[in-house]
């Protein structure tokens, strides 16, 4: 029998299945997995919730005394794909359908949620982090700063996870200036394009590099969709009478 507290990854893709959002079953079970090692009384944090449904795979795995931090404006910016500005009037209601998805998936008194833009909520959260999930603005700058100023305060051991890695050309260039040369991250691998890294780097900065630097052909093709899309391949493939390509993710 499951335990409503801590429910089986099964359990979890079912309670989030009509949540909207962008995260396949095997990102889920990424995040499901991060999540449930991180240690007694740890820190999850997560960057960019839109409307809960890899805060819930987050908090549902999460030990029972860890403490899950959502950081999201909801102002209706950065919504997704395509969506990055001018949707104030979406904002409420984002924040509202995210609340309720919370509570419907019964993780609500499991969450802190932190209404504020990332590089704002630094002082929200002062214990070092063991897992650090971001999927904020997609955009280079913003980007970069999510994985620099956050990224710095994974405790050594600690998981961070970045949602579309070689996929957003913004977070493939923050990730190119950052973590390819770096210091601090081993690549660890990926689920399409939730990239996994692990605050344990010592030594072989050239093979964690190279990792990294063979994933650029992936990133290609995925740019290459995204313009196919934005020109209107989904909606030819449709009249044709075949399935539209998904934006990639």
């Known amino acids: 029998m499951t335990d409503p507290a801590h429910p089986d990854l099964q359990t979890v893709l079912e309670r989030v299945a009509d949540v909207e959002g962008w995260m396949t079953p095997g990102q889920a079970e990424t995040l499901y997995r991060a999540a449930a090692e991180c240690p007694a009384g740890g820190t999850i944090v997560e960057i960019g919730s839109f409307r809960g449904r890899s805060t819930i795979v987050l908090a549902s795995a999460a030990p029972p005394d860890a403490d899950v931090v959502a950081i999201d404006p909801h102002a209706g910016n950065d919504r997704g794909p395509q969506e990055i500005d001018g949707f104030t009037a979406e904002a409420a209601d984002d924040h509202d359908v995210f609340t309720a998805n919370l509570d419907a998936a019964g993780v609500a008194d499991r969450v802190r949620h932190v209404r504020k833009f990332s590089d704002d909520a630094l002082a929200d959260v002062t214990a070092p982090i063991d897992v650090l999930y971001i999927d904020g603005a997609h955009r280079y700058a913003p980007a970069l700063n999510d994985i620099r100023n956050w990224g710095d305060r994974v405790t050594p ?18 990730i190119l200036r950052h973590l390819v040369p770096g210091r601090a991250f081993r690549y660890v691998g990926r689920s399409r394009s939730m990239t996994i890294y692990r605050a344990d780097l010592d030594g072989g900065r050239l093979a964690n590099a190279a990792r990294q630097l063979a994933q650029l052909p992936w990133f290609a093709k995925n740019v290459a969709l995204k313009v196919a899309l934005t020109v209107g391949l989904g909606r030819l493939s449709t009249k044709l009478g075949r399935t539209a390509p998904e934006w990639p993710y």
Not at 157 to 174: K, N, P, R, W, Y
Request: net charge negative.
């Open 157 to 174: 051991g600690g998981t961070m996870l970045i949602h579309d890695s070689f996929s957003s050309i913004g977070v493939t260039l923050a």
